[in-house]
């Protein structure tokens, strides 16, 4: 199916683009500053905001092993642990967030959070790049029978086909894929927007993308190559010092960014090729047309010197002046006259 339904809006082919606004970790756990940060999207007019649900126990070993040794010594234990969405906000922010008009979602990293944020009646539940391959969480999230929507940094079409497997084993087939890239922020030579095609050659599904790229020209460019959904990262100010804040967009950002989405999405079209009806008058006026270069009396055999290929377009059209040339005026033809079939 190339449509999924979330709450109230199709999302997939002949929809509008649906804009979430990915909070990650820039809530800094702050409750005041999440709120902040929902106002401003909701300001924007994306259609979602989401944020990520994660345990540093369930999540990341407490290993000392060098490959999750971060900068200033910190583990990725310790990053998590710094960084957890209190659970106890969910309610609130869920309904804040409605509250403002847009949807909520959250990204469940074990089951437990999946089964909390879908007690908030959420409209789809997300399943991050990183955990497309924890079958059991991905089957878990599916089973609660609504649209779930799958970003697939580094995964190959063989780990996609399985996520899809385990959604569909739970007699879901509500699913929405976003290509995305994993670097934060993500080089522009990394982005491969073309992979969406892929994807969607692959899968009968919504293909959308991820964005973790600096700015807005990214996204946008997806959305001309028929992204059905956008992700991007989002803050109230870039310079706070989580580790999300440095590559996600500021209000000002995103709301361009919403506002260029549209304008892409209205500029695409239909596809067809054909006069539109703001252009006819340009038609008229600018197109080149057959005239009288100089007075034509009746009876006269008309010659190539005495036809000119002008504006407006009130005439024969240009391809017919050699067929015009050799004909006898059939009426008197003034200077600056268009020649028509009746006149010749």
Same mark, same amino acid.
């Given at each position: ?25 820039? %809530? ?50 310790? !990053? ?47 399943? &991050? ?7 059991? !969480? ?12 799958? &970003?697939?940094?580094?995964? /190959? ?7 899809? /497997? ?10 929405? !894929?976003? %290509?995305?890239?994993? &670097? ?13 095609? $892929? ?10 993308? &991820?964005?973790?790229? !600096? ?17 991007k990262h989002f803050t109230i100010d870039r310079a706070l010092p989580g580790p999300d804040h440095k590559f996600a967009l500021e209000p000002k950002e995103l709301t361009q960014m919403v506002k260029s989405i549209r304008q892409v ?31 034509? /009396?009746?009876?006269? $055999? ?43």
């Amino acid at each position: 199916m190339n449509k999924v339904k979330i709450g109230k809006k199709w999302v997939g082919e002949g929809a509008a683009t649906y804009i979430i606004a990915e909070v990650g970790s820039n %809530h800094d756990c702050k409750l005041a500053q999440a709120k902040k940060i929902i106002e401003a999207a909701a300001s924007a007019e994306v259609d979602a905001v989401k944020f990520q649900l994660f345990k540093a126990e369930t999540i990341a070993a407490q290993t000392k092993d060098k490959i999750v040794i971060l900068d200033g010594g910190k583990t990725l234990y310790d !990053l998590y642990k710094q960084n957890e969405l209190p659970r106890e906000w969910l309610g609130e922010l869920f309904d804040y967030t409605v509250a403002h008009g847009i949807d909520f979602l959250a990204t469940p990293f074990d089951e437990e959070a999946v089964d909390l944020i879908d007690n908030l009646a959420v409209n789809a539940h997300k399943i &991050s790049s990183f955990e497309i391959v924890d079958l059991p !969480l991905v089957q878990h999230a599916a089973a609660k029978g609504k649209p779930v929507i799958i &970003s697939t940094g580094m995964a /190959n079409l063989g780990e996609i086909e399985d996520a899809i /497997n385990a959604v569909r084993s739970q007699n879901n087939d509500n699913i929405a !894929l976003l %290509h995305c890239g994993i &670097s934060y922020p993500l080089n522009y030579s990394d982005v491969n927007l073309l992979a969406m095609k $892929t994807i969607k050659q692959a899968f009968p599904y919504p293909v959308g993308y &991820s964005d973790h790229t !600096l700015g807005i020209s990214i996204p946008v460019a997806a959305v001309a190559l028929g992204a059905s959904l956008i992700e991007k990262h989002f803050t109230i100010d870039r310079a706070l010092p989580g580790p999300d804040h440095k590559f996600a967009l500021e209000p000002k950002e995103l709301t361009q960014m919403v506002k260029s989405i549209r304008q892409v999405e209205q500029a695409l079209g239909s596809g067809e090729k054909s006069l539109t009806e703001t252009e006819r008058i340009h038609f008229q006026r600018g197109r080149r047309s057959v005239f009288a270069k100089v007075n034509i /009396n009746k009876g006269t $055999t008309i010659q190539r010197g005495m036809l000119a290929i002008l504006r407006p377009g009130i005439g024969l059209a240009p391809k017919f002046i050699d067929i015009v040339v050799g004909r006898k005026a059939q009426v008197d033809i003034a200077k600056d006259e268009p020649i028509t079939w009746n006149k010749i």
